[in-house]
């Protein structure tokens, strides 16, 4: 368990404001390694944040998880994994490298609020598929405006 960070707060926090559950799930055995990614009990059903219960901070994949759900429009927050994937996707790279990134810069304005280090957060362009679809400016713009309009209902 978390690590000098406001765990039960971002816990609290994010079942109140995105109105969905959140889980923390034990991998057993061979769970890990058989499955694709979308078939684990770990990731976003469109109900439930499970967050994999094995190595690395909850507080942090919890959070990036709350984000994507701030960050996702309004027809996508009910779909697996925001319909980005893994599972059923119709989002272009070019719409999902953007959203990542607004994702991670999100995070990063919110992580000082629930205690955790910015060193526990991966660089913001980890996980696009191409970098050249990157517009950062409009990106730290919407990263901002969302920080803004959440930040007054943080515990
Ligand atoms: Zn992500």
């Given at each position: 368990m ?52 094995d ?83 409009a ?17």
């Amino acid at each position: 368990m978390p690590c000098g960070t406001r765990w039960a707060e971002l816990r609290k926090w994010a079942c109140i404001s995105t109105g969905k559950g959140v889980s923390l799930v034990t991998l057993t055995g061979t769970a890990q390694g058989n499955a694709p990614f979308f078939a684990q009990p770990v990731g976003y059903d469109g109900r439930t944040f499970m967050i994999g219960f094995d190595h690395g901070c909850d507080t942090e994949k919890l959070l990036h998880d709350v984000c994507h759900w701030l960050v996702a429009p309004k027809e996508r927050r009910g779909r697996m994994n925001f319909g980005l994937g893994p599972g059923p996707t119709t989002v272009s790279d070019h719409e999902s490298d953007n959203e990542e990134v607004t994702v991670m810069l999100l995070e990063g304005l919110l992580a000082p609020l629930f205690k955790l280090s910015p060193d526990k957060i991966a660089k913001p362009d980890y996980n696009v598929a191409d970098k050249r679809n990157l517009d950062w400016d409009a990106c730290a713009a919407r990263a901002e405006a969302i920080f803004e309009s959440v930040r007054p209902s943080v515990p």
